[in-house]
């Protein structure tokens, strides 16, 4: 009678949610204001508001004031909402007041219950990153589509005190209201990711019955951090909708959205389906696609930063899930014929809404072309890139890798040019800082197998100070590794060695590093080495606890997992 039960439990779950996506999808086809003529919004703003919203600065790459909301009043079309709460946002994007700003309003924080189209909270995004307009609405509704839950977008006209803003990017807001849209229950944590950074921040709560309790969250961590695959995918499969999350992945990497989750650790929105015990990314931050800010070409199975990505894309077996689930798409859903037809859509609609702005009319139909245009080049790579996947670096006879195909990087918020010279019979790669904490690295990336490996180089250090910190020098080491053990400051090649352990496969980014306030860090091109030396090392039994989960009432699981020697 119990197991009755619970499949009974199980079954009404599945259809609940599989309502939910239901309900979801058709609210993004047939909803006026995301399918109907594009919105024209009203916005009024008090003489105070204006001064408070004027005094409100964000600069790029520094600590976000807090923001202030101010009470305004927006009309669309015959309607009027007032006390409205409205305050700017945006990092790169951010603008002033009086530029082209992009804003965040709140439609029921001052007035209890009042909603726009349904919705409580919108963005305004001015789309300084995509000037197409239509970025946002085609991958929103793509990943809709195709079962992953998304905020829906649409282009909007918008003016501020009479004062015409053009085109902005209107976005439902990611909250209560939207999960109980996609998911059977909304009692668990909805997550921002922020910009950049992983499921290890102190994230921040959107909504959600426990906000303080985090358990969910740690547990996604705890499994993705196990060392053995086959025991990560099998504790990955308990906390996290893993058929989910390799299709959200597969159209990141399809559309190239590189700042978003899976490839840049940035962009996303996690929410816990308490109904299901498993968490659910969300895409954001979609205005950046099929070659903006990156390439066309860009490699299905680039190194993840995000760790899920990462911890998920390692077992073999979910790899190449992850490479069918592309190479289906690539042939159904995500065939160039049919995002053509996308895009074409979109672009109507907006033309449609621009009858009077025959120069803006004619500037999106060109924007849609390119967009177009960038779709056919990556659906190229992509259908090479499936037929021909990348396997493991072939191993020598000597157990050696050849490694080429150097490119350099700089440091995220730090200074440093790179160079290529030959002096006599050596090539060399130049790192070269001139700031405080400056920092570069030439970088090579390698798709290995389960192994124990050695990579090994001569390099030097000029111009260095002699007083500097221990933490500058030259160094060896793979992506995601921060420790600066290995770091050297030697005046005369030397060799530097770096081991590592690889469990499963994955793609492996080598980096040649040098880090210094000023000075030169050189590496021997000819003898960098990468050596296969044999099984991963011995390590001791590892002991991973899953915590019970108060949303839940899950209890905590204990696992053993004991590594092989070497």
């Known amino acids: 009678m119990k197991n009755c039960l619970i499949i009974w439990t199980l079954l009404f ?38 001064k408070t919203l004027r005094e409100y600065k964000q600069v790029w790459r520094q600590q976000r004031p807090e923001r202030v909301d101010v009470r305004v009043t927006v009309r669309d079309g015959n309607q009027t909402y007032t006390n409205v709460a409205l305050h700017l946002k945006g ?11 992009s804003m965040t309003l709140n439609f029921d924080k001052f007035a209890s219950g009042q909603l726009f189209h349904g919705l409580d909270k919108i963005h305004l995004n001015n789309s300084v990153q995509d000037p197409s307009y239509l970025c946002e609405a085609f991958a929103r509704d793509l990943f809709l589509s195709l079962g992953v839950p998304s905020p829906r977008a649409t282009p909007a006209l918008v003016s501020i005190n009479g004062r015409d803003l053009d085109l902005h990017v209107l976005v439902e807001g990611a909250n209560k209201r939207f999960v109980k849209r996609h998911f059977a229950s909304a009692d668990g944590n909805l997550y ?12 921040e709560t959107d909504s959600g019955k426990f906000p303080n309790n985090r358990t969910d969250l740690t547990n996604l961590v705890k499994a993705a951090r196990i060392k053995l695959p086959e025991t990560r995918l099998a504790q990955l499969n308990r906390v996290l909708d893993v058929d989910r999350f390799i299709t959200f992945a597969a159209v990141e990497a399809f ?27 969300i895409p954001h931050g979609l205005d950046q696609l099929f070659g903006v800010s990156s390439s066309p070409s860009l490699s299905l199975t680039p190194v993840f930063k995000g760790m899920v990505a990462k911890a998920l894309f390692s077992v073999p077996e979910a790899r190449q899930r992850y490479l069918d689930r592309i190479a289906q798409l690539a042939t159904n859903e995500l065939r160039t014929d049919a995002l053509h037809a996308r895009v ?103 798709l290995l197998e389960t192994g124990r490996y050695e990579f090994t180089g001569l390099a030097k250090v000029e111009n260095l100070p002699a007083n500097a910190p221990g933490t500058n020098g030259v160094l060896l080491r793979i992506s995601g590794e921060r420790s600066t053990a290995g ?11 770096y081991e590592f352990d690889v469990l499963g496969i994955m793609d492996v980014e080598l980096a040649c590093e040098f880090r210094g306030q000023t000075g030169t860090g050189i590496f021997d091109l000819n003898t ?30 204990t696992l053993r997992l004991s590594f092989p020697a070497v």
């Open 13 to 50: 779950t599945a259809i609940v949610a599989t309502g939910a996506d239901a309900r979801a999808k058709a609210d993004s086809n047939t909803d006026p204001l995301f399918a109907g003529p594009i919105p024209r919004l009203q916005i009024e703003i008090p003489t105070d508001g204006m």
């Open 255 to 281: 559309i190239v959205h590189w700042d978003g989750y899976a490839i840049g650790c940035n962009n996303y929105r996690v929410f816990h389906d308490t109904s299901r015990g498993k968490m659910v990314f």
């Open 344 to 446: 074409d859509k979109l672009a109507a609609r907006l033309q449609a809404g621009l009858k009077d702005q025959p120069a803006m009319r004619s500037e999106i139909e060109s924007m849609a072309e390119n967009l177009k245009r960038r779709i056919s080049q990556r659906a190229v790579s992509v259908a090479r890139q499936v037929k021909n996947p990348p396997g493991p670096a072939p191993i020598a006879a000597d157990n050696s890798i050849r490694l080429g195909s150097w490119s350099f990087k700089v440091g995220t918020t730090r200074t440093a040019t790179g160079g290529r010279s030959q002096i006599e019979n050596r090539q060399l790669l130049s790192v070269s800082t001139q700031g405080p904490e400056s920092s570069g690295a030439w970088r090579t990336t390698v």
């Open 91 to 101: 990092s790169y994007s951010f603008q002033p007041i009086d530029g082209k700003p």
């Open 487 to 497: 770091i050297a400051t030697p005046s005369d090649w030397t060799p530097l060695r």
């Open 192 to 203: 921002d990711g922020g910009s950049g950074g992983d499921v290890t921040k102190a994230l």
């Open 528 to 557: 960098l080495r990468l050596v296969r030396k044999g099984p991963p090392s011995n390590r001791e039994e590892e002991i991973v606890e899953l915590l019970a989960d108060g949303q839940t009432g899950c209890r905590p699981t």
